[in-house]
């Protein structure tokens, strides 16, 4: 049976989830704080990955976008098994830790050259460090979310989140603009537009390395913040029955006051052997459905990657090294931000799975501007823009599910066993990205970007359609969530937390 969405809260004003935040624990504005400054250091590292692989490094286009993708899928091959952990020891030593282990290996991508020993660290910075701290980070973020937030107002919170996600990255632009201009970093360029590797084993503030430091700086705020957090979970607060009793004027003061009145409670991790927990996981039909989901978007979710794999190479190969791309890719999060708030406020109770669709749908077919117009900038707005607010339709909708359909005290493997299909599939991507530049744009002289941007358009397509295909698997539903585990059951006390298990029915919205 399905669950009823509407609340007397929910029917007095939308406003009342913004006034319900006021009564927060702090843990939660430390959560957004540290996702706005893991953001900045995130995106604008991976906008500038590519160029930083082969201006400091003499990587060609393959080899940079074959590491590019090697650290992506990375994340998820570390995930599984820090999946299991952070279920184990909890949000605030998995963040923590997360930090710590970023911070590692951003120190070293900065001051690490291209001598042999700076080869041999960059590797492991990118293929080991990194990615193991992005692996703890990125789902503990999405469970702090949950644990610190109600039901009611989880969906908006998660909205708030993904908008101030988004806040980074439109800063991340503009720096990254910003640092090109202040920094000389083209002194190793020859006329041809090789590199000259014996100046590469010196180090110099280029611009690449400012934007890395950067992400250094914000990670060190972000070890500071990590002091603010604590182990706790906000309690539920019925405020149902009290409103039912009061009249329309009283209902609306008392829900004002309510909605700025939370409860924490200490939160016990799960006594669950890791191994018993990934086979229970594995067993729940909601589980596998989100598993699918994340393979058939997989192509859609591989455009971010050509964002910052393929076209900063491709623009100043097309529009000259002058070009701010950072600003240009910056429209994308900018149209995400100014639409997901109101698509938040106005659809928060719309069924997750069509505008999954929806969104989905939009975003196949933003490409096709670039694939008739490569030569001119003006496409390669309007398709970011448009890009940017598909996004904003099906993105938030479909990551809030990542936790909000695991059971409590179990967020950390599923969020990691179903994001899995996503990340390793940022191998393949990468290593395309190297192959659509050098084919098809290899330096300035020839720079063809109808194909190129025409395959990404096509493998696009795929998503929607596949989506259509499976539909019907897709929108089943299943009472799964009435029945306990019975050797799950053996191993916790069900006492300790309240297993609200999912918040929501399969495929929908709180």
Avoid at 6 to 11: E, I, L, N
Avoid at 140 to 156: C, L, P, Q, S, V
Wanted: proline content about 5%; hydrophobic content about 50%; glycine content about 6%.
């Amino acid at each position: 049976m399905m669950q009823s969405f509407a609340t007397p809260v929910q029917h007095l004003s939308r406003l009342s989830e913004l006034k319900s935040l006021g009564g927060s624990p702090i843990e939660l504005w430390v959560t957004f704080a540290i996702k706005f400054l893991d953001s900045l250091a995130n995106f604008s590292m991976h906008t500038i990955l590519v160029l930083y692989l082969t201006q400091e490094f003499a990587y060609s286009d393959v080899k940079a976008g074959s590491v590019y993708g090697g650290y992506g899928a990375l994340i998820t091959i570390y995930g599984i098994g820090t999946g299991l952990i952070i279920d184990r020891i909890g949000v605030v030593k998995s963040m923590s830790s997360g930090v710590i282990i970023s911070l590692a290996g951003r120190l070293i991508m900065l001051i690490v050259t291209a001598s042999t020993l700076g080869q041999v660290m960059l590797l492991i910075s990118l293929l080991i460090v990194i990615p193991l701290g992005n692996s703890l980070m990125f789902p503990t973020m999405m469970i702090a979310i949950r644990r610190y937030t109600e039901k009611k107002n989880r969906n908006f919170v998660y909205g708030l989140f993904y908008t101030i996600m988004n806040i980074a990255l439109i800063i991340s632009g503009p720096l990254i603009d910003l640092f090109r201009l202040l920094l000389s970093g083209d002194d190793n360029i020859l006329p041809d537009g090789s590199v000259e590797p014996a100046k590469l084993t010196y180090f110099a503030w280029t611009p690449y390395r400012g934007i890395l430091a950067l992400g250094v700086a914000c990670t060190v705020v972000e070890c500071i913040l990590c002091l603010f957090l604590r182990e706790i979970k906000v309690e539920e607060v019925d405020a149902t029955a009290a409103l039912e009793r009061m009249n329309d004027d009283d209902a609306t003061s008392a829900a004002s006051t309510i909605a700025t009145q939370q409860r924490t409670s200490s939160f016990v991790v799960s006594k669950t052997p890791s191994l018993q927990s990934m086979k229970t996981t594995l067993k729940k039909g909601s589980f596998r459905r989100y598993m699918v989901l994340g393979i058939l978007l997989t192509n859609i979710k591989l455009i971010w990657r050509h964002l910052d794999a393929t076209l900063p190479k491709y623009m100043i190969r097309k529009f000259g090294a002058d070009i701010p791309f950072g600003s240009i890719i910056a429209l994308e999060p900018f149209s995400i931000m100014l639409s997901t708030p109101i698509i938040t406020f106005f659809a928060e109770n719309s069924e997750s799975l069509p505008m999954v669709l929806l969104g989905v749908s939009i975003a196949s077919l933003c490409p096709i501007f670039v694939v008739i117009f490569p030569s001119f900038i003006w496409a390669f707005c309007v398709f970011l823009v448009l890009f940017g607010l598909s996004e904003s339709i099906w993105s938030p909708r479909y990551y809030s599910l990542s936790v909000s359909w695991a059971k409590e005290g179990h967020e950390g493997i599923f969020a990691a066993l179903a994001f899995a299909p996503t990340f390793l599939a940022q191998l393949p991507a990468g290593a395309l990205s190297g192959f659509l530049l050098h084919t098809y744009c290899p330096n300035e002289n020839y720079c063809n970007g109808t194909p190129l941007w025409g395959i990404v358009f096509g493998m696009a397509l795929l998503s929607p359609l596949m989506m259509l295909v499976w539909w019907r698997w897709l929108s089943k539903e299943d009472d799964e969530n009435v029945h306990d585990d019975s050797n799950e059951v053996a191993y916790d006390n069900a006492n300790v937390n309240s297993d609200d298990s999912l918040d929501e029915p399969l495929l929908r919205t709180p």
